[in-house]
């Protein structure tokens, strides 16, 4: 079995009794990055055999560990945070586990993106999520597409980008179009604010911008109208 294993994206406490149990039972755990799991594995006393699982060496190891799993082996992989194969290394072990009808099952745990989603105070019932845009090629032509969408958008963005893509949307989508930024989530200085492009812009340019961002965006307006 392949266990995909969700990890908290702030508070440690954020994770399950039985997520906690998996990570005991499984023969090794796979993962982004050792050395953050390893202080979630010594603040939980866990001690199961760590391996490196990332961007970098995932397509050459996919094959190798799904035919751990089909020889025995019980695998779990996580991410830095949250859920492995949203916005993470995970897709291309789970298609070669799947590809060798290897069980495959995701427990359910943290996602940065849902919390954001749902306090935002924009509509929830239909959504589009983009995770990161392309640094350059195809950028532009992706915002215009996200622009024209009837429905809720998301996407994730790095501190230091956050600024130049609240510029890019506000460019798009319009200053005033209704969005939400979200950082920090579940840690003590965590910040959900809902504004217009516009003012959001003029907010997180005053301040030091620190953690994964979630920028939530609200639907076009009219679409049948538009130009």
Do not use: W
Not at 21 to 50: C, G, M, Q, S
């Amino acid at each position: 079995m392949l266990y995909l294993i969700p990890t908290p994206i702030g508070n440690l406490e954020d994770i399950t009794l039985r997520a906690l149990r998996i990570l005991k039972e499984v023969n090794v755990i796979y993962a982004e990055d050792t050395r953050t799991t390893r202080f979630l594995l010594d603040h939980y006393e866990i001690k199961t055999p760590l391996r490196s699982f990332h961007a970098h060496n995932e397509h050459n190891l996919a094959e190798k560990i799904a035919d751990e799993i089909g020889a025995g082996m019980e695998v779990g992989l996580v991410s830095d945070a949250g859920t492995p194969g949203i916005s993470d290394p995970g897709f291309l072990l789970v298609r070669a586990c799947v590809q060798k009808n290897i069980p495959v099952t995701c427990l359910p745990g943290a996602t940065a993106f849902v919390p954001v989603l749902v306090a935002s105070g924009l509509p929830t019932d239909t959504f589009h999520f983009d995770g990161f845009l392309p640094h350059k090629k195809g950028r532009q032509t992706r915002l215009r597409y996200l622009a024209t969408l009837p429905h809720t958008f998301i996407l994730y963005e790095s501190p230091f980008r956050l600024i130049k893509c609240l510029e890019e949307l506000a460019s798009v989508c319009g200053e005033d179009r209704l969005a939400c930024v979200g950082r920090e989530i579940s840690k003590k200085f965590e910040e959900i604010k809902t504004a217009s492009l516009a003012d959001l812009k003029q907010h997180f340019s005053q301040k030091e911008v620190k953690g994964e961002i979630v920028v939530v965006v609200s639907g076009l307006p009219n679409p049948k109208n538009a130009k």
